[in-house]
Every structure is written in C-alpha cells, then in structure tokens.
C-alpha cells in the first residue's frame, strides 16, 4: 500500500499493517507529517507539531515490531492528543495566551500511557480557551474540513479537525459540557466519553475538576475502544481515577445487539429538535432494532435545573483552577471564560450547595434508570450542524444554548459515559450525530453497540473533500 493512499485508514486497521511490518511506521509518520504541513495552514487544527519526537517514536517503534516486540494495536501508530494534555518539553498553552511559553517537565499520565503504547505522538491539538466555549481572541479557530463556514465544535475542535481530515489515526479530546461530542458531531467522526473516574486526569489542565472527561476521538468505535484500552485505569497520582480493571473492549465486539435494552424518552428527545437531529436519532434506533437490540420507551428526569446549574457549577470550578491568575490577569483573558469566572466568583455558599444537591439527585434518578435498560439512546444536539453564523449568536438567544447542551451537559453532571455516532448529514452538508449513553464504568457496551451500527452503516467512513 501507498503511504499517500493511507491518511483515512482506521487506527485498528493501520496498526495492524505496521504491526505486520506492510507499512513502516517512519514511512507513515513522515506522510503525515507532510500531510499535516499541507493541509493545516488552513485547517488550524494543530496547536504545535511535535516533527522531530514524532519521527523518533517512530523509529523507536520500528526497531521494536522488526524484533518482534509488539505492544499492541497503537505500536506504531501516529496520533495527536488535545494541547492541555502536557508533553515533556511540548508547549501547553491550554488555549491560552497566559500559558503560551509554558513547556511542562513531565508527560500527563494519558500521554505517557499513550507512550508505553507504541503510539506515534504527532503533536497538540488546537482548543477553546481554557476549554471553556469560545477560542481566545488571538487565536485562529480550527475550521471545519467539510465546510468552513460550519462550526467545529468546541472545546475539542482541533482533535476533531484533525481526525476529520485525516491528519492524525485517532486523537484524545476533553468533555466538561460536551466537548468531546460537539466536535465529533461537527466533523464527522466517533467520541468516547468514559466515565469520570476512568481516565486520569493528571498532567492535563483543569477546566471544572468535576465535570471534565478526557476520551478518544476516533473514526471508529473500534477505534476508540482501542485508545481507550491504553489511557483508562487508576492512576497514583490522581485519587480520584477509580481502582477498577480496565476490559479488552475489542474482545466483545459481536457485530449484532442482541440481549441488549435501548431506552429512549421519545417526548425529551423529540421536543424542541430539528428534523435532521430527530431524523438521524430515529435511523439509529431503527438499526439498533434490526441488530437485536430491543427498545423501550423510558422517562428520563427532567434535565432542566441541572442544565441551568451547570454553568455556576462549572463557574466555581473554573474558579478554583485559575485562581493564581484571575482576576490577577484579567485583561488577558478572552469575554467568554471571562464572564465564566465573574459567573464562579460571584456564586455563595449556599447556591454551591444547592447545586451539589440538585446535581447527587439528578445522578441518583439516571442510575435508576440503568436498573432497566442497558444503554440510553439520544441526540447529540438538538440542533444538526450549526453554522458559525448561528453559534456567534448564542449569546443572545438562550434557547440556542438550552439546545447545545440539552444531552450532553446533563452526562457530565453525571459522570456517565457516551459514545457519539456519525449518522447522517444536514441539508446544509455538515455531519449530523446521535449517541449511546451507558451505565457507568460500562464503555464496554458503548463500543459494542457503535462497532456493530458501524459494522451495518457507512457515515463512519464518509471523508471530507478536502
């Protein structure tokens, strides 16, 4: 095979040529590095490339599979992880200006986990200032390769330009409010979401230290599987990554849902969505169905207060972790994790509690449901494929925020994890997403049943002309 034929292969798939010693993974390496210097100029989807440790991972791995040394399915394989995931001696900017010359002395756990792996470190992925809504003002926002007048998605949006074009196999992403989903939805690609407490979140920069997820962004679910099998598990220096063994999550991929219960809220997800969001949540469930998968009609609890107080919530979380440098460095901050801040800083002890409170109780009522359905079925968002006309305007139209975060924020209050799945496209041409939500710690069956949607429908393998 042609290294320039390969830049849409699947992880899975490249690896196991590499592994079988059919592609070098130098060869590899330097076609997309090339591709990366080609194409990204006007993508934006890198924050900084890492060439030259790229190459020598890459060299590394070589030597290691023609010895016969295979450490698994990423030996080899070049990928890309979100910039607030620190990189010995790799800039950590986390979107930010204040932090643009900080160069951290060791590997966040996720990256170094990435690093035993035999994975291929390409560089650090663009994002959202601080990982909150907007990019700073000084930075260039990754475009969307399908279309550059449609949003990214944010805060993950460089990982899933990246991934969506074919400048990486697969990426790491966050998810405070729905930041692995909105960009996986926006290009086109599969997130996985695992539960919080699953993946350590040592060495990368805090957004809300409750809320935030870190989760591959693949082409796959299979795919992300396969990252996820590296990152997760517990980790000493973060007590709160939960002592539970991690799963081979490609050992059950049966290609069929049978035995498995699908809830859905038929009101919750209907009320309120355009037709290319319900349509694609609809096709979903009718091919769940036909892969054995039953499916039953439940009542979620109403999300409403706890998607109201996810924005003080995260504002006090915010708080904490920039505390050393706001209101200290105000002016250097961008409005939107501004406003974030004076939001956190303004809230009292009381209104904490009460949203501590709201949020166990919320929590409490979502596990209850996972006593009688395996998976939960719902959109990504209420609304398919915004343009960056529409989300410059969520500011002032609450109604665009409320269906933004309608089905994601309400799984970071919970912790629960979700798989996001390319299901169709807009009239407008932008990928169009649904997901699977999952009982926690329960990723195994997410994999599953976006493996077998994705073994029966093709969106997954739908590129960008780019």
């Known amino acids: 095979m042609s290294t320039t034929d390969l830049h849409y292969l699947g992880l899975i798939e490249v690896g196991q040529q590499i592994q079988a010693r059919k592609l070098s993974p130098v060869e590899v390496t330097k076609a997309m590095l090339g591709r990366i210097e080609q194409l990204d100029s006007r993508l934006k989807s890198y924050a900084y490339v890492m060439g030259d440790a790229a190459l020598s991972e890459a060299a590394a791995a070589e030597k290691e599979i023609a010895s016969g040394k295979i450490k ?14 620190w990189a010995k001696g790799a800039p950590a900017a986390h979107g930010m200006t204040i932090h ?27 994002q959202t200032e601080g990982a909150y809504a907007d990019h700073h003002p000084k930075i260039d926002p990754p475009k969307n390769p399908w279309n550059a007048d449609l949003w990214s998605g944010a805060s993950s949006s460089g990982s899933g330009v990246a991934t969506a074009a074919g400048l990486c196999f697969g990426s790491l992403g966050t998810d405070t409010g729905g930041s692995i989903r ?3 939805a926006a290009n086109g690609i599969t997130g996985l979401k695992p539960t919080w407490g699953r993946v350590s979140r040592y060495g990368a920069f805090e957004l809300a230290a409750t809320l935030d997820h870190i989760g591959p962004m693949a082409r796959s679910a299979a795919d992300c599987g396969a990252i996820l099998a590296v990152i997760a598990g517990q980790d000493p220096k973060d007590t709160t990554s939960v002592p ?10 049966t290609g069929d849902l049978r035995g498995v219960t699908i809830g859905v809220d038929r009101r919750w997800t209907s009320e309120g969505t355009d037709e290319p969001a319900g349509k694609v949540l609809s096709e979903g469930l009718r091919v769940a169905a036909d892969l054995g998968a039953k499916i039953k009609d439940i009542t979620f609890p109403d999300p409403k207060a706890v998607i109201e107080d996810w924005f003080p919530l995260c504002g006090i979380e915010v708080a904490v972790a920039h505390e050393a440098t706001y209101p200290a460095r105000k002016d250097e901050y961008g409005p939107a994790l501004a406003g974030l801040l004076d939001l956190g800083r303004a809230q009292s002890g009381m209104d904490y509690q009460k949203i501590v409170l709201r949020r166990e109780a919320f929590r409490g009522a979502v596990r209850l449901l996972f006593e009688t359905v395996d998976l939960i079925a719902v959109p990504a968002q209420a609304f398919a494929a915004p343009t960056l006309a529409k989300m410059a305007a969520l500011g002032e139209d609450p109604s665009l925020i409320t269906g933004l975060l309608r089905f994601t924020c309400p799984f970071d209050m919970t912790g629960s994890p979700t798989v996001t799945l390319p299901g169709g496209f807009a009239p407008n041409g932008g990928p169009v997403a649904f997901q699977f939500v999952g009982r926690h710690f329960d990723e195994a069956s997410l994999v599953r049943a976006g493996d077998a949607f994705q073994h029966v429908t093709n969106w997954h393998k739908r590129h960008p002309a780019i």
């Open 100 to 126: 643009q010359d900080f160069r951290p002395s060791e590997d966040a756990t996720v990256v170094a986990r990435l690093k035993e792996a035999g994975a291929v470190i390409l560089g650090k992925l663009q």
């Open 72 to 85: 698994g399915p990423l030996h080899g394989v070049p990928i890309a992880v979100k910039d607030l995931c």
């Open 182 to 184: 909105f960009p996986s």
């Open 244 to 253: 539970l063994p991690v799963p081979d999550y490609l050992a059950g991929l």
